[in-house]
């Protein structure tokens, strides 16, 4: 039944940027139904900023596909959450508008980009959130906070709305506390658009089913080695152990091309950026520019007052990875490496139906704790392949370490989005969400 | 010294809507910013979705100029900032376009059929247009209605020799493109070309943005001295951009920025690679002028010059299919001489003349009906009268009107008398020998049957009337 959703949360973890305090909603699957979407995904009459002061008075004049369908299926869209600017970081503390604070213990990050969208779930303001996941953006965030996340395969989830970071790599996700419900949102927005021309035809209509009697699941020994903590490797080896309680098999596997994995995915990531924030130049968003300069100065001084330090570093990396005589190097040697690991795990996949290995090497990182970018960028290790190849991939709650979450981490084949899901199914109904 | 051309042709091709997005690309006229959306504003999350027609017409040029079209092609952007390109970005193509490797037959300097090599085509996006406000304001508007209106960018090899060259390379593309119906060649600014020049051992210079016919000869012509002169004061030419000034006529260097783009070409990713060389065996080409030029000769009987002449424009050719039936001949003179002369002095396009009145009227010149005088102040009123939106009147009611029908024997005798003994001097002036006394008295005759007499068979009867003294 239509209706209206009244939405006023307590805030605490300023997991929001904007909220709506009425919300008005129509029928359908998820009628009445909050849903929170980062803030990187347009909204009409609701401002999205990306996090970004550039971006901070942004109204869009049209819908993202997954929010007209959101709207379509009756879905409140409750607010817009916080993230990491342009959904450049690990941690939602590059943000323009605050950090995020982990609602599992505040004085932790909630991990990154899609902090926000994971707080707000994970304190309940909402059961389930749009996500966006470039290079673990999803999962890095589900996993630090305790709750699911996927990545749909590449070519899944309509992109036509959101606000492009790195084009050939991210996909709009579910987030939620149960996998059911991950599931549920997933089979809303996974609609072909033939507005994205990346996209495939390949609706998602699935129940997740619990039996997993058979599944062979790949478990790569790059994924449990140096840089992952042991006590979280411990966990997920736990967690993987009952999902073959529940009748699957483990085969060894390996994706060798995960030791060039995090240098091609930030070529590639930051060489896309500097491309598609060009456009914020003060022309038609931000203050407009002061005219009596010449227009490269006054761009300049806009772009450098108005974007964080995180995102000019990294449009200054991909401005330079593709410049001449450097893209030969940069650019072109990045996207060799990742047909390498886009290989792996084709062929990884032959041997297994699924992969299994952490989300993130480590827990959550107390707020302010990672100071150098490198670091930061270190710990996007085991969320980046994904990405790279281009396949789904979950992140499941699967214990605690230091009483902090960590995650389980599923993917699969290209367009099976519906077989992790079913294992991380089985394994949330097994262990008792 | 030879003079060493190359061009590079930005075509705007003729789909109803643009290229990545189904924003009308019919603008002319509107207000500026009313043909847009998200995908051609560069709005935050916007994406590109390819127009299969742009794709079509740039195969359909591709098969015309027998170019080789690869497996596969694929879009690349082009980075650079500039307040008229709203993604700071153009989506074009760089290494892998649609099509490589075609020629175009054009005349050179000395009347000899020579080919000019195509060396590649690539579709890309129009930027929206800068305004600047007249008056020394603080500000420049833009106008995105022009964003995303599809180009085609052709690239020749250095071929040409001249000046004039490039233009009859120019002339005959355009006839081309126009028979393929890929270009409406009215429409402002459809076709604009940077132009390379260089002289044999010098440097080379790229003049651009140059947005007429015209303007390609003016500006190179303008760079052949320029060079030249340089030369022969024993400086050298620098390498370097310029840009042509239209009004001026002449060149001047574009120093600074504008030279040291990067523009950081890589994939673009919202779009998958172009796999459509399946297609082109699929593409029907229309006659191409060449084709149609010899079929005219032979199947008309024209001369190669009114042949050509007439297959030059896709319509004149049509038009003069249309009317070819009353006389051939005959026809092909009068469209391609009078008609096309009065024309191009009335700045009208041949659309706006209807073929059966045409028809008609040289169904009143083929039975002598009329004089060919009578019949271009026939065509001149019916040509005003469309050239103010006026219907357009019978040949035959004109001549009624007008009284222009061809006069007969009786009428003639009767005028000449009247000349003759009214010009007492002239009629002296030729017994005593002097031939243009005829001429004149003939004009007098002319003047006074308001052209309705053939001036050869006048010229018989007033000179008879004189022998005989028949006044």
């Known amino acids: 039944m239509a209706g209206t959703l009244d939405f006023s949360p307590d805030d605490r973890y300023n997991a929001f940027i904007t909220t709506c305090l009425e919300v008005p909603f129509g029928d359908g699957a998820l009628a009445g139904t909050a849903v929170a979407v980062k803030d990187n995904i347009s909204t009409t009459g609701i401002r999205t900023t990306c996090g970004s002061r550039i971006l901070e008075d942004y109204v869009p004049p049209y819908d993202a596909h997954v929010v007209e369908l959101l709207r379509e299926k009756g879905a409140a869209i409750v607010g817009k959450t916080n993230m990491d600017e342009f959904g450049m970081g690990t941690t939602t503390e590059t943000s323009a508008f605050g950090p995020v604070r982990n609602p599992v213990d505040p004085t932790r990050v909630p991990g990154g980009s899609s902090g926000g969208s994971a707080a707000a779930v994970a304190a309940g303001f909402v059961p389930m959130a749009l996500g966006t996941d470039t290079g673990g953006s999803i999962r890095c965030p589900a996993a630090f906070c305790g709750i699911v996340g996927l990545k749909p395969t590449y070519g899944r989830v309509s992109r036509y709305g959101l606000v492009a970071y790195a084009n050939s790599l991210e996909q709009i996700g579910p987030m939620a506390r149960t996998v059911e419900d991950a599931s549920r949102l997933m089979s809303v927005i996974a609609r072909y658009d033939p507005r994205d021309s990346t996209m495939l035809d390949r609706p998602y209509d699935h129940r997740?089913?619990?039996?997993?009697?058979?599944?062979?699941?790949?478990?790569?020994?790059?994924?449990?080695?140096?840089?992952?903590?042991?006590?979280?490797?411990?966990?997920?080896?736990?967690?993987?152990?009952?999902?073959?309680?529940?009748?699957?098999?483990?085969?060894?596997?390996?994706?060798?091309?995960?030791r060039h994995a995090l240098a091609a995915y930030y070529v590639i990531c930051t060489s896309e950026a500097s491309s598609n924030l060009a456009r914020f130049d003060g022309v038609r968003y931000g203050p407009a520019v002061d005219t009596r300069k010449t227009w490269h100065e006054a761009y300049q001084e806009l772009r450098h007052e108005r974007f964080g330090a995180e995102v000019r570093r990294r449009i200054m990396l991909g401005t330079?990875?593709?410049?001449?005589?450097?893209?030969?190097?940069?650019?072109?040697?990045?996207?060799?490496?990742?047909?390498?690991?886009?290989?792996?795990?084709?062929?990884?996949?032959?041997?297994?139906?699924?992969?299994?290995?952490?989300?993130?090497?480590?827990?959550?990182?107390?707020?302010?704790?990672?100071?150098?970018?490198?670091?930061?960028?270190?710990?996007?290790?085991?969320?980046?392949?994904?990405?790279?190849?281009?396949?789904?991939?979950?992140?499941?709650?699967?214990?605690?370490?230091?009483g902090l979450p960590v995650g389980l981490q599923l993917m699969g084949r290209q367009f099976e989005d519906e077989r992790v899901v079913d294992a991380a199914f089985a394994y949330e109904q097994e262990v008792g969400a | 010294?030879?003079?060493?051309?190359?061009?590079?042709?930005?075509?705007?091709?003729?789909?109803?809507?643009?290229?990545?997005?189904?924003?009308?690309?019919?603008?002319?006229?509107?207000?500026?910013?009313?043909?847009?959306?998200?995908?051609?504003?560069?709005?935050?999350?916007?994406?590109?979705?390819?127009?299969?027609?742009a794709v079509e017409y740039g195969l359909r040029v591709a098969k015309a100029l027998e170019m080789e079209v690869p497996e596969e092609s694929e879009f690349a952007r082009k980075n650079y900032f500039y307040p008229d390109l709203p993604k700071a970005y153009q989506i074009t193509q760089y290494d892998k376009p649609l099509a490589i490797a075609g020629t175009v037959e054009i005349e050179d300097d000395e009347g000899h059929e020579k080919n000019v090599r195509i060396t590649r085509v690539h579709l890309e996006e129009d930027p929206g247009r800068l305004v600047h406000v007249a008056g020394g304001s603080k500000y420049s508007l833009v106008d995105y209605n022009r964003s995303g209106i599809p180009l085609l960018e052709i690239v020749t090899?250095?071929?040409?020799?001249?000046?004039?060259?490039?233009?009859?390379?120019?002339?005959?593309?355009?006839?081309?493109?126009?028979?393929?119906?890929?270009?409406?060649?009215?429409?402002?600014?459809?076709?604009?070309?940077?132009?390379?020049?260089?002289?044999?051992?010098?440097?080379?210079?790229?003049?651009?943005?140059?947005?007429?016919?015209?303007?390609?000869?003016?500006?190179?012509?303008?760079?052949?001295?320029?060079?030249?002169?340089?030369?022969?004061?024993?400086q050298t030419v620098t390498r370097e951009t310029r840009h042509f000034m239209e009004g001026r006529g002449i060149t001047t260097s574009a120093r600074g920025k504008e030279e040291e783009h990067d523009y950081r070409y890589f994939p673009e990713p919202d779009l998958r690679p172009l796999r459509v060389a399946g297609w082109v065996a699929e593409i029907d080409l229309p006659e191409l002028p060449v084709a149609r030029k010899n079929r005219f000769m032979v199947q008309y009987g024209i001369s190669l010059?009114?042949?050509?002449?007439?297959?030059?424009?896709?319509?004149?050719?049509?038009?003069?299919?249309?009317?070819?039936?009353?006389?051939?001949?005959?026809?092909?003179?009068?469209?391609?001489?009078?008609l096309l002369g009065e024309l191009n002095y009335r700045d009208m396009s041949i659309a706006a003349v209807p073929a059966d009145r045409i028809a008609e009227l040289l169904a009143l010149l083929g039975s002598e009906t009329i004089t060919d005088k009578?019949?271009?102040?026939?065509?001149?009123?019916?040509?005003?009268?469309?050239?103010?939106?006026?219907?357009?009147?019978?040949?035959?009611?004109?001549?009624?009107?007008?009284?222009?029908?061809?006069?007969?024997?009786?009428?003639?005798?009767?005028?000449?008398?009247?000349?003759i003994a009214a010009n007492p001097q002239a009629v002296e002036d030729?017994?005593?020998?002097?031939?243009?006394?005829?001429?004149?008295?003939?004009?007098?005759?002319?003047k006074e049957t308001r052209g309705r007499a053939d001036?050869?068979?006048?010229?018989?009867?007033?000179?008879?009337?004189?022998?005989?003294g028949g006044v």
């Not at chain 1, 042991?230 to 993987?240: F, N, S």
């Not at chain 2, 120019?170 to 006839?175: A, D, Q, V």
């Not at chain 2, 319509?315 to 070819?324: G, Q």
Request: charged fraction near 25%.
């Open chain 2, 455 to 468: 001036p050869r068979e006048l010229g018989r009867i007033v000179s008879e009337c004189l022998e005989t």
């Open chain 2, 157 to 234: 090899e250095p071929d040409m020799r001249s000046p004039q060259e490039a233009r009859r390379f120019l002339n005959k593309l355009r006839t081309i493109l126009e028979y393929l119906g890929v270009f409406d060649g009215d429409r402002e600014g459809s076709l604009r070309v940077d132009a390379n020049i260089s002289l044999e051992g010098s440097e080379r210079v790229e003049v651009k943005n140059i947005s007429s016919y015209k303007g390609v000869e003016k500006a190179l012509t303008f760079e052949v001295t320029r060079q030249k002169n340089l030369l022969r004061r024993g």
């Open chain 2, 305 to 338: 010059n009114h042949a050509r002449t007439l297959t030059g424009d896709p319509k004149l050719a049509d038009f003069y299919e249309e009317v070819a039936h009353v006389d051939p001949v005959l026809a092909a003179t009068w469209v391609a001489d009078t």
């Open chain 2, 430 to 446: 030729y017994r005593t020998g002097k031939k243009g006394a005829l001429n004149f008295l003939v004009g007098q005759v002319m």
């Open chain 2, 1 to 53: 010294m030879k003079t060493i051309v190359g061009l590079e042709i930005h075509v705007q091709l003729a789909t109803a809507t643009k290229l990545f997005c189904g924003c009308s690309t019919d603008y002319r006229d509107d207000e500026p910013n009313t043909h847009c959306c998200p995908v051609c504003l560069g709005l935050p999350g916007a994406l590109p979705r390819l127009n299969r027609k």
């Open chain 1, 208 to 258: 997740p089913s619990a039996d997993i009697a058979g599944l062979r699941i790949g478990i790569p020994e790059e994924y449990f080695g140096e840089g992952v903590d042991p006590r979280v490797a411990e966990t997920v080896r736990d967690a993987i152990g009952i999902l073959e309680g529940l009748g699957a098999d483990t085969v060894p596997v390996s994706i060798p091309g995960m």
């Open chain 1, 320 to 402: 330079f990875a593709l410049s001449a005589g450097y893209a030969g190097r940069y650019y072109a040697k990045a996207q060799v490496a990742r047909r390498n690991i886009r290989q792996d795990f084709e062929r990884a996949l032959r041997d297994a139906d699924i992969i299994a290995g952490p989300t993130m090497p480590t827990v959550a990182f107390r707020l302010g704790e990672k100071t150098d970018p490198l670091s930061m960028y270190l710990s996007d290790i085991l969320t980046v392949p994904a990405n790279l190849a281009g396949i789904p991939a979950i992140s499941v709650p699967c214990g605690r370490v230091d």
């Open chain 2, 374 to 419: 009578a019949g271009v102040q026939v065509l001149r009123e019916m040509l005003d009268a469309c050239a103010r939106g006026r219907p357009c009147e019978r040949p035959a009611a004109i001549v009624e009107r007008e009284g222009l029908a061809r006069a007969t024997g009786g009428e003639f005798t009767q005028v000449v008398q009247t000349v």
